[in-house]
């Protein structure tokens, strides 16, 4: 056996410092005052007809706020296509005037698309600090066709472009260019109730045809801020903020027609009736609730379809409106950087409404592929300066109807009625700069009377940070903590501890106390960085990332690792502006180690990384990435831990002009374990065509041609009771395309298709067994079987380890060929403000055999012979707001 590498003394310091060193310090404001610049809003006495001519006296009358600054594509100087804008309000409404000059007005570029996409078209955009907290900002914006957009910006620069509002526009062109009108009703809009009112605002203006963003207010490019840099906007008095009731109740109805073996209970053809509500209804100017009863996503896209052999859960980004709008003041990540790792967090919302936990116990039955979601609700705003954020949810209890074989019909629980909560306050400092937070999560089910008592009874998890500002915002210093318990019956906090996340139970792992009568398991967190991230070309930072074995979040939140400790650090180098063909470009170090909390150095490695614009609007980015793998404590499944070997990767991409009526781009990856023979490569790419200013198509194949020669397959019992883990070499092949169509007759009336089509096979050889799992040579690692020590039948491996013809012990065989498709079409009109309908066609289709082998034309021919589900389905909702 190898000896265990221990943490150095110098980490162990340099690990004191850093989590020192993330504690805000005391610094100078992130933005100097005297550097915003004003508009002037003035009160409208007339009515405002939205046509996009500003042909009324009050916009004569109105103050006009000029003077833009070009960002793209040098930063600085006069914009060569000047803009102005003017802003009215009354009791109910904000009027925004904007007039966008251009010296060639024939070459404004107007696509139609559908409401919320965004297009290479001429676009104004203007955004409201209505909290003026220079941290939330409400963003409106307008194409030269009179497509909108809306989103949220939260903690400065993040974006939520799930939000969405209730407003008109107008445009026009003329001789001058062209411009908009827009209508901004402060019901949408969350504000105090002071007598005189000073609000951040920011107009930005982007010309399609010569890549020019202007705005008004500057914010350079090398700013790590965005909100905090907005001006201001004068003159808005006597507003009283309304009270703010919306109710959008639905009704659906359609058919389904779902496939099954014959005479089964799981195939079935059936219409489908539904209703709900949705509502948000302002509790007071600054708190807004926001309820969903009895919802329905139809209209929502599939997941993409990904086979996964490792040992760690998939992430799938939140797609459901109701879940997706506003979810900013929820979120406290356990992430960091940009990786695979980044998406871990508290608060998961995809485990709300997920697909059952239980499996039902005859195999002629038919079970719910999604919990079905009773009611929802969130509460958000800000009180006294602290901004809240909290959200409850229950599910129900979801039964599958079994049938026995005298055709008896009986049913089987196989999720229990469950209650979600989840809730976050911050507050913010020095306009910003400086903030802390607090988020807290908890899960009760009830299992009383149920064969799930598998599951936790109940979870709890909370977590604090603080994030700071200095040396004029250009660094950062961040610390979070958190903290998890979990309780259930023993063999729940069994399978918790013998789950891929945690592995108590490994032979090896002699700083973890496995115990199978638990009934509770806790853990915790701790993450810090501190580095410079805006301002000149140097950018730098480092951090790191401490998890106690026993932290459980994936009750409510997102977690793939326990019992580890990282170091990490980062390098930039960067010019935001260069002369010549290339516009702008980067290029980034990285270097990490990772351990357990023994400690045992599970490896380390680094990469460099780098990306590029030109001036034509082209770009591309290329990496390499060298990876010492010395340990992994999850490769075998709760086994001891494998030694690894040195790999190698690196990564490359290119891409068009987006303004163009035909761009693509392209992705290529590239990977190899030169001990093992392991290796990787991978191909995307997304074309899209404008094919007229209201159809856009896309393409998007993606190619992955791989080789793992130490993949898991399962772990059998020898016959004098050890375990043996079995490993062989898989070649696996996956295809996949994405296409996807949008047609739009107006702004209001869109016509969209998605489908993706998918097909993965695996086959394995050269089976081995672990010998012994922390040994440096490969062959003294494993065991591979000789020729009559495995025998491969239709479902299995048998091994005759002693070769006398007795098989020893056996595993599942692994191999597999999966085809996929997926698909929708939805037709979406707002017929009226707010309001909505959709006709909506969705369909499925899965294939499988265990051949393992790739063949394109009998694997697609397998897919396109099988029975797909069908869902035809038409939703109706009614937009009723004050």
């Known amino acids: 056996m190898t000896p265990r590498p ?10 004191v410092l850093l989590a020192l060193a993330a504690v805000p310090l005391g610094a100078r404001d992130a933005h100097a005052a005297e550097d915003a610049r004003v508009a002037k809003a003035i009160r409208a006495h007339g009515d405002i007809v939205l046509d996009g001519q500003l042909g009324e006296a009050d916009w004569k009358k109105a103050p006009n706020n000029e003077g833009f600054w070009k960002r793209e594509p040098v930063e600085g100087g006069k914009p060569d296509c000047p803009t102005e ?17 251009d010296p060639e007005p024939g070459g404004v570029r107007a696509l139609l698309t559908r409401r919320d996409a965004d297009s290479a078209s001429d676009w104004v955009t203007f955004a409201l600090d209505s909290y003026h907290d220079k941290r939330t900002a409400f963003v409106f914006s307008v194409n030269a066709a009179g497509v909108q957009r809306d989103m949220m910006i939260y903690e400065d620069t993040s974006t939520d472009e799930s939000w969405d509002a209730v407003w008109d526009s107008a445009v026009a062109t003329d001789e001058q260019g062209w411009t908009a009108e827009l209508k901004i009703p402060f019901s949408q809009l969350r504000f105090s109730s002071e007598e005189q009112m000073t609000w951040g605002v920011q107009v930005e203006r982007f010309v399609s045809r010569t890549n020019e963003r202007s705005v008004f207010s500057p914010w350079p490019k090398e700013s790590s801020q965005r909100v905090s840099l907005f001006g201001e906007l004068e003159g808005l008095s006597g507003i009283t903020p309304p009270q703010r009731i919306e109710l959008r109740p639905f009704l659906l109805g359609g058919l389904r027609l779902t496939p099954g073996a014959a005479g089964s209970i799981d195939g079935s053809a ?3 009736a539904n209703g709900g509500l949705d509502a948000r209804i302002g509790l007071s100017s600054d708190l807004t609730l926001t309820a969903t009863f009895n919802p329905d996503f139809g209209q929502v896209e599939a997941d993409p379809s990904q086979v996964n052999l490792t040992d760690k859960e998939l992430f799938f980004a939140e797609r459901r409106p109701f879940f997706v709008e506003g979810s900013d003041i929820l979120h406290f990540s356990l992430g960091q950087g940009d990786g695979d790792g980044s998406v871990q967090s508290l608060f998961y919302s995809r485990r709300i409404g997920a697909a059952p936990h239980g499996n039902p116990s005859s195999y002629d ?4 592929q999604t919990t079905a979601i009773l009611g929802a609700a969130k509460l958000s705003g800000k009180i006294d300066g602290w ?27 196989v999720e229990p009625l469950t209650h979600y909560g989840v809730a976050r306050i911050q507050r913010d400092f020095r306009d910003g700069a400086s903030s802390i937070g607090a988020a807290i999560t908890s899960v009760h089910r009830a299992l009383g009377g149920t064969e799930l008592d598998w599951l936790h009874r109940s979870a709890l998890t909370g977590g604090i940070e603080a994030t700071h500002r200095f040396g004029d915002a250009h660094y950062l210093a961040q610390l979070r903590l958190a903290a998890s318990e979990v309780r259930g019956s023993t063999q729940a906090i069994d399978r918790t501890q013998r789950s891929s996340v945690h592995n108590y139970q490994r032979p090896d792992a002699d700083h973890l106390r496995y115990d199978p009568t638990r009934e509770s398991l806790s853990g915790m967190m701790m993450q810090w960085m501190v580095g410079k991230v805006a301002g000149g070309h140097w950018r730098f930072s480092n951090g790191g990332d401490i998890r106690t074995a026993g932290l459980e979040v994936n009750d409510l939140g997102f977690q793939t690792d326990a019992d580890t400790a990282v170091l990490w650090g980062w390098g930039q180098y960067r010019e935001d502006e260069v002369d010549g063909p290339v516009r702008d470009y980067g290029i980034n170090a990285n270097v990490w180690s990772a351990w357990n909390t023994a400690p045992e150095l599970a490896g380390s490695g680094g990469n460099m990384n780098g990306w590029f614009n030109l001036d034509n609007n082209w770009g591309g980015n290329l990496g390499a990435s060298l990876n010492n793998n010395l340990l992994s404590f999850g490769a075998l499944r709760g086994g001891p831990a494998l030694a690894g070997d040195p790999s190698l990767s690196a990564w490359g991409g290119m891409w068009s002009d987006s303004r163009r009526a035909v ?21 995307s790419s997304l074309a899209s065509v404008q094919a007229a200013s209201n159809l856009e198509l896309s393409l998007g194949p993606n190619v992955r041609v791989d080789r793992s020669d130490d993949q898991y397959i399962g772990e059998a019992e020898a016959p004098d009771g050890t375990p043996r883990y079995i490993l062989g070499r898989v070649d696996e092949r996956t295809l996949g395309m994405t296409v996807r169509a949008s047609f739009t007759f107006t702004p209001k009336l869109s016509l969209q298709l998605y489908a993706e089509p998918f097909l993965a096979t695996g086959r394995y050889s050269r089976h081995k067994e672990v010998a012994d799992s922390r040994a440096g ?11 009559g020590e495995l025998v491969e039948t239709e479902s299995e491996l048998a091994i005759d380890r002693d070769m006398d013809g007795v098989v020893d012990y056996q595993v599942a065989r692994p191999d597999f060929s999966l085809g996929q498709l997926r698909s929708n079409l939805v037709l979406r009109w707002e017929y009226l403000p707010g309001s909505r309908l959709f006709a909506i066609w969705s369909h499925g289709r899965s294939s499988y055999t265990s051949d393992g082998v790739f063949r394109l034309g009998s694997d697609a021919s397998e897919l396109a012979n099988q029975d797909g589900e069908h869902i035809v389905l ?9």
């Open 777 to 787: 040579d490969r062959k003294a690692r494993f065991h591979e079987y000789a020729a």
């Open 387 to 413: 901004s809240i954020g909290a959200q409850s949810a229950v599910t129900s209890k979801e039964e599958a109807q079994l049938r026995d074989a005298d055709g008896a019909m009986s049913s089987q629980i």
């Open 270 to 272: 059936g219409p489908l």
């Open 874 to 882: 038409i939703k109706l909702d009614y937009w009723y707001g004050r």
């Open 365 to 368: 039955a038919s079970s719910p």
């Open 85 to 101: 804008f003017r802003v009215l309000f009354d009791d109910s409404a904000l009027y925004v005037a904007i007039r966008a000059s």
């Open 6 to 15: 221990h943490l150095p003394m110098p980490y162990q310091r340099l690990l």
């Open 663 to 683: 761009r693509a781009n392209l992705n290529i990856s590239a990977g190899t374990t030169p001990a093992s023979g392991s290796r990787a490569f991978g191909i």
